[in-house]
């Protein structure tokens, strides 16, 4: 075989393929997994209530509605993409936050601002030891696990009448005063934004990749070295702290809770919008949230006649998705990424390389 | 009866076969020899229907079969594979295992005789008839698939290292039933790692290497050729 | 000598079963049944029976899905729902024309004929969904198979329950009976004519599915299906054929069993959501595939259930077996009968 006899002259590398330092906004930007078409997206979201007709108040109610399931979507996504468990019991969850928090306030007097917060607490507790009843299952089996714990939360709520009032309903004292509902978008806005922040940043994490690892293959991962007790619980703990701490906000912002929020139709809600949204992308529930939520609110005002067609709706969409594209809108979006650059000049390559 | 030209056969992007072209004809009991990860289970069950040929043909008594379902090869076109990891049905008995054997034949004389020859064939069977498959030894397994495979009297038995596993005088049994069972007229085509005792029993053989058929002819001439006594004779 | 020893195999084995997980569980239950007529009386025990009757049978059919097709049906408890709507709807038109032509022979025959209906219709609607939507996510999943069969059918179940509520509405559609026939006495209790004949229906239904699994050559070819699935192609057996097979039986079991338990349970949309997560319980309790296991199950999880609502409170019987199967899925995940489904743990 002939080699080349030429080398090439140090000078002429390009500079360009010499990688330079990330810089402290590149390196949040990769934590963060937000394009600028996100960024963009999540500014215009924040503006929308000034924006007629997003000023109304039945089309707020919508929108705070969307994005509470946006958050929920989030959140079950980092579970269900990450280490590969479906926490069908996810509502019970947010239910303990919610019925935490508006008994403190009730009964205690605590302001609601904080009793989210505590809400939290109940419901991490709850989580963890799901994770722990879950931790020798496998896949489904974990799933009907957490699927029975919240089928049991759900009997508790709806049977210990002496303290949630059972069917009859609890009522918990809202955040603010206003009727006007765009203040409580704000609230519920900032709750998604942190909930994005905080999970993506994990997820980016070196606990994010052990995460997945066991969401791949959990022999390998042990064989890695990665304790899987540890970082299963750990996953599960901070799922439903999240959960729990939306759930607050469902308490204060709605103002009434029945066990009926524990209901696994509304884990289902959530579950398929995730998966319509792109498992394991966790951005792709909370992009796919608003226009469903939006249509489906829709639907139902005009299409009075024919209630629930927003339900059939969303389970002919999960059918469809887990049959034909199970990667989701995220997936979809991947593509046309990937079609959008291969128009684009690529800077490297129309660099000449000198001889 | 059975002609395979240029097939192609793997598992998804590992591919295992390579144009590999074999030819069986009616009556005759033939071996497919070769050393581990040759192909050898893979060809059968290619034949068999279990798995979809990449390309190439399988061609039987002049219709092409690559790629039918494999209830099909075996209820439509007579084709009985016995696997290596026999495929039992644990959870039923050794009389179970056998009328399923038979899940294509309607005539139940026809099964009854299936099941006389194969109680005449392998006696301890008959012993455990009801004992569940799970329960059963090694070699009483490998009875039992034989057993089952040819209760639907099949034209074509494809048999995948019946010996594998077995003490030296089961392996005896076995392969007697082989003998018998090619006497009363049933084409055979053999996969086996006891390449001696093989060769002896066989009429023709191909040695499979590397997913490719590197020799043939008849057992005797193999028995006989170099390269086969120093690399699987041990000679 | 070789009698004696046959003797004392016989009865080393029959110890061995009785004191195995599976015969402990069934004694247990019977002294528990035992001691709940001594102290609530039988009322609570002839519940148990009748609704347990037809918790098995829809344990049974969710196992056999299980076990032969890898799926764990989430819309099982849509099939007892469009059961009891199609009694309803095949009965109460009857019952309307008997009440201006009586005639003792219809009367007596109109509940079978809505129950049959319902057996049609579920077997119907359960094959269908097998050639549409499982076949097609067969043909596109290799990998994680039961994950996503499993959400299909939560995709399933949600627009059953859905489309009928819009065609059918969210009213209860109930009955007051199906017989007209006065309640009679057994042992001092009042047994109404409906249990009565439901409990026997049960009971028939399960010899003939019992007898259908272990003799019939069909039946043969379930079993070996959900025994080694590669065998059964090697036989000859038309996986297809038996996939919709399965899927029908188990489906019309269920709408079955709503259909007969119409006088209990009205026909609403959610009505499926209760036998659903029951089934379950039998399943996870016995042993998920194991369907024989799921025939004598559903008895012991209804005990289960009357016994908690009459000693703890209506309304916790949600909750009490639920925490129980969860005692069972952590300590014995495969079932206190066993389960020949593999691959429960995760190792």
């Known amino acids: 075989m002939t080699q080349s006899t030429k080398t090439m002259p140090s000078e002429s590398i390009p500079a360009t393929l010499e990688v330079p330092p990330e810089s402290r906004l590149q390196y949040i930007n990769r934590m963060l997994g937000v394009s600028r078409l996100g960024l963009v997206l999540v500014i215009l979201l924040a503006a929308l209530p000034f924006i007629p007709p997003f000023n109304r108040e039945d089309l707020l109610r919508w929108m705070i509605g969307a994005t509470l399931i946006a958050a929920q979507a989030i959140a079950f996504d980092f579970t269900t993409g990450y280490i590969n468990v479906v926490n069908f019991g996810f509502a019970a969850f947010l239910g303990v936050g919610a019925y935490t928090s508006a008994l403190l306030a009730v009964e205690l007097g605590v302001s609601p601002w904080i009793g989210i917060f505590a809400g939290v607490v109940p419901a991490a507790v709850l989580g963890f030891f799901t994770g722990v009843l879950t931790l020798r299952l496998r896949g489904i089996f974990a799933a009907l696990m957490s699927w029975f714990v919240g089928l049991a939360l759900l009997g508790i709520a709806r049977n210990w009448v002496d303290l949630t009032r059972g069917p009859l309903g609890l009522s918990a004292p809202r955040f603010l005063e206003t009727s006007s509902n765009r203040p409580y978008f704000y609230i519920i806005f900032a709750m998604m934004i942190v909930t994005y922040v905080v999970l993506r940043w994990i997820t980016r994490s070196h606990i994010g990749l052990a995460f997945r690892a066991l969401g791949q293959n959990i022999d390998a991962a042990r064989a890695s070295g990665i304790n899987p007790t540890f970082y299963r619980v750990l996953n599960f703990t901070v799922q439903c702290a999240f959960a729990g701490w939306l759930g607050g906000f469902y308490a204060h912002y709605y103002g009434i809770l029945t066990p009926q929020v524990m209901a696994t139709s509304h884990t289902v809600e959530v579950l398929a919008i995730a998966y319509v949204g792109g498992r394991g992308s966790i951005w792709g529930g909370a992009f796919v949230a608003f226009p469903f939520i939006f249509f489906f609110e829709w639907l139902r005002s005009t299409l009075t006649d024919l209630p629930g067609l927003h339900l059939v709706l969303y389970g002919v969409l999960l059918i469809l998705v887990m049959i034909f594209y199970p990667g989701g809108v995220a997936q979809l979006y991947e593509l046309l990424k990937d079609l959008v650059s291969r128009f684009r000049p690529d800077p490297v390559s129309t660099t000449k390389v000198t001889k | 009866m059975l002609e395979i030209n240029d097939l192609n056969a793997g598992y998804g992007f590992l591919q295992v076969l390579w144009n590999v072209s074999m030819r069986v004809e009616k009556g005759e009991f033939v071996a497919l020899v070769g050393p581990n990860g040759a192909g050898k289970s893979t060809t059968l069950k290619t034949i068999a229907g279990l798995l979809a040929p990449m390309s190439g043909e399988i061609v039987l008594n002049g219709e092409a079969i690559g790629g039918m379902e494999a209830h099909r090869v075996s209820s439509v076109k007579g084709i009985s594979f016995i696997s290596e990891s ?11 295992n056998l009328l399923l054997g038979a899940y294509i034949i309607q005539d139940q004389a026809r099964i009854q005789e299936g099941l006389d020859i194969v109680y005449q064939l392998f006696a301890r069977l008959k012993e455990r008839r009801n004992q569940l498959a799970g329960t059963l030894s ?13 209760m639907s009297a099949p034209d074509l038995l494809l048999v995948d290292e019946p010996s594998l596993g077995l003490a030296p005088n089961l392996t005896m049994v076995v392969f007697d039933a082989l003998e018998q069972l090619r006497q009363s007229g049933v084409t055979i085509l053999l996969v086996e790692q006891n390449v001696n005792s093989t060769l002896k029993i066989t009429d023709r053989a191909y040695v499979l290497e590397q997913g490719q058929i590197a020799m043939e002819g008849s057992s005797r001439e193999l028995l006989k050729n170099e390269h086969v006594r120093s690399a699987y004779l041990g000679i | 000598m070789q009698a004696t020893q046959t003797q004392e195999s016989f009865i080393t084995d029959l110890l061995r079963k009785v004191f195995s997980a ?11 049944a035992g001691a709940t007529v001594f102290i609530a009386g039988p009322f609570v025990l002839i519940n148990a029976i009748v609704t347990g009757g037809m918790w098995a049978l829809m344990a049974a059919g969710l196992s056999l899905v299980f076990g032969v097709m890898n799926i764990v049906n989430f819309a099982h408890g849509e099939f007892f729902m469009v059961g009891t709507l199609v009694a309803y709807f095949v009965f109460t038109p009857l019952s309307a024309h008997l009440k201006t032509n009586p005639s003792p022979l219809l009367s007596a025959v109109a509940p079978f004929l809505g129950i ?10 359960g094959a269908v969904i097998e050639k549409t939507v499982f076949l097609q996510l067969r043909k596109r999943t290799k990998e994680q198979w039961i994950m996503n069969s499993f959400l299909l059918t939560v995709g399933l179940s949600v627009i059953i329950i859905n489309g009928v509520q819009i065609l059918w509405g969210t009213n209860f559609k109930g009955i007051t009976r199906y017989w007209e026939i006065p309640p009679f006495d057994i042992l001092g209790v009042t047994v109404s004519v409906d249990r009565a004949v439901v409990f026997f229906l049960a009971m028939a239904t399960m010899l003939l599915f019992w007898y259908f699994l272990r003799n019939t050559g069909t039946g043969r070819a379930i079993r070996a299906v959900s025994q080694d699935e590669t065998g059964a192609r090697m036989v000859g057996i038309d996986m297809n054929r038996i996939q919709v097979l399965t899927m029908a039986l188990s489906s019309a079991l269920a709408a079955l069993a709503g259909a007969s338990l119409l006088f209990m349970f009205p026909s609403y949309p959610t009505v499926g959501l209760k036998p659903l997560y029951i089934a379950w319980y039998v399943v996870i309790l016995v042993g998920m595939g194991n369907v024989a296991g799921a025939l004598v199950g559903g008895f012991i999880v209804a005990l289960l259930q009357t016994m908690t609502s009459y000693f703890i ?31 429960i743990h995760e190792r």
């Open chain 2, 86 to 96: 026999l495929n039992l049905f644990t959870g039923m008995s050794v009389h179970e």
């Open chain 3, 116 to 125: 049959l209906a319902a057996a049609l219709v579920g077997a119907l609607l």
């Open chain 2, 138 to 150: 090694g070699g009483e397994r490998k009875m039992l698939a034989i057993g089952r495979g040819i």
């Open chain 3, 313 to 343: 409170g209506p309304g916790w019987e949600d909750v009490i077996p639920t925490a129980f199967v969860m005692l069972i899925l952590l300590v014995k995940p495969s079932g206190l009968f066993g389960s020949e489904v593999k691959g």
């Open chain 3, 22 to 32: 599976a015969g402990l569980t069934i004694l247990l239950t019977l002294v528990i």
